[in-house]
């Protein structure tokens, strides 16, 4: 049974059902996800699984553990401030799509194309920007020290274009904690032979494309968040965008050749 090959093969299908069986009962324990956020999350973990690689649903299970550990951090805090986006720290399908639905679609080009060699650092990028993203916004909006990215004054923590040093520090780590499983999953898929000196190259430019990201959802936000052009999610899109684009620019330029 072939579980190191991509796309819809026997043994991917297997290990990526397994992981979804596990994603329903750990988030339904847990309180993670409301029933639509679980149906989303199945449905986006058999594309991101079953068209990509078990091991990419590795990566994406690991931002929601992170992300609903990082939501949960001081709660009561984040609740009574208003920073909370639920009552007890639960994500819905609106969440589900906004961070996860960009890599999905990483999966299925790389299903289309056949090219899960690239496809792999296109993923990990795109969930490195949604944790970076996600722990600046979870970890930070406590921090009081808040400039606004766009003039460097002080403002309000929580406003949209707000940054802090906690906040950044956060992002750094969440965008490290993607980079270090995709290089787990690149170990274990790995067949063309690439030595492991490429791969950590590659992994450090997940980290940077993943917290440069983040910077670019604070600017977003200041600039066109703040004054109603874009939403919330249009603002998360585009900087997920951002981080996979860059990646596939860089890797069809054959920088790491």
Request: charge should be neutral.
């Amino acid at each position: 049974m072939d579980v190191l090959s991509g796309g819809l093969n026997q043994g991917n299908l297997i290990v990526t059902t397994a992981l979804l069986i596990g994603l329903v009962v750990i988030s339904r324990k847990a309180k993670m996800l409301d029933n639509p956020g679980v149906l989303a999350a199945t449905a986006l973990g058999f594309v991101v699984g079953g068209m990509g690689h078990w091991t990419w649903l590795l990566i994406l299970l690991g931002f929601l553990l992170a992300s609903h550990k990082a939501t949960k951090w001081r709660f009561d805090e984040k609740r009574a401030r208003g920073m909370s986006e639920s009552d007890d720290g639960h994500r819905s399908y609106g969440n589900v799509i906004a961070n996860g639905g960009l890599p999905g679609l990483v999966a299925i080009f790389a299903f289309v194309t056949e090219d899960w060699y690239n496809g792999i650092w296109m993923f990990g990028a795109a969930v490195a920007v949604a944790s970076s993203d996600t722990f600046a916004s979870e970890i930070g909006c406590l921090d009081d020290n808040v400039r606004m990215i766009t003039t460097m004054k002080p403002c309000e923590p929580g406003i949209n274009g707000g940054f802090s040093p906690s906040g950044q520090k956060a992002a750094f780590v969440g965008s490290l904690m993607i980079s270090v499983l995709t290089l787990g999953a690149w170990l274990v898929t790995n067949t063309d032979g690439d030595s492991f000196m490429i791969g950590v190259q590659k992994t450090a430019l997940v980290a940077l494309l993943g917290w440069l990201g983040c910077q670019m959802d604070s600017v977003l936000g200041a600039v066109f968040e703040n004054r109603g052009y874009l939403t919330k999610g249009g603002v998360n899109g585009l900087s997920i965008t951002f981080g996979m684009l860059v990646m596939w620019i860089i890797l069809s330029s054959n920088f790491f050749a």
